[in-house]
């Protein structure tokens, strides 16, 4: 199974980004995936998670200015990053998830993409 999280880089405020997870190993289209965010010294926080109905959720960072989406048939899972400010300068992270039951879950990370704004 991989999770392979991609497109970080610096930019500046006001930028944009497109981070990319590509996955490999998964039944990509029945699991759950979300993206995290984690500063240094900090907990991951949820940013943006989009399940197998492509029904969304967001969590109270980036609002309004990160739009979460997959592709099925590319078994990828995308943000668009918009209006970047430097507090959102952190390490982004792309999770999968699958619960079959109470007692079987599936859960992955990718290995995080930096996104660096500068002021």
């Known amino acids: 199974v991989q999770l392979q999280a991609s497109g970080g880089g610096l930019v500046q405020a006001g930028g944009s980004l497109r981070l990319a997870c590509v996955t490999s190993?998964?039944?990509?289209?029945?699991?759950?995936m979300a993206w995290y965010r984690q500063g240094l010294g900090q907990e991951r926080e949820l940013v943006a998670s989009i399940g197998p109905d492509f029904k969304t959720y967001y969590g109270s960072s980036l609002t309004g200015r990160f739009t979460i989406s997959r592709d099925n048939g590319l078994n990828t899972l995308y943000p668009q990053m918009n209006s970047l400010k430097p507090e959102d300068t952190d390490v982004y992270y792309c999770?999968?998830?699958?619960?079959?039951?109470?007692?079987?879950?599936?859960?992955?990370w990718g290995q995080g993409t930096q996104v660096t704004v500068s002021s």
């Open positions: 999770r999968g998830t699958l619960v079959r039951s109470l007692t079987e879950v599936s859960d992955y």
């Open positions: 190993g998964i039944e990509f289209d029945r699991y759950v």
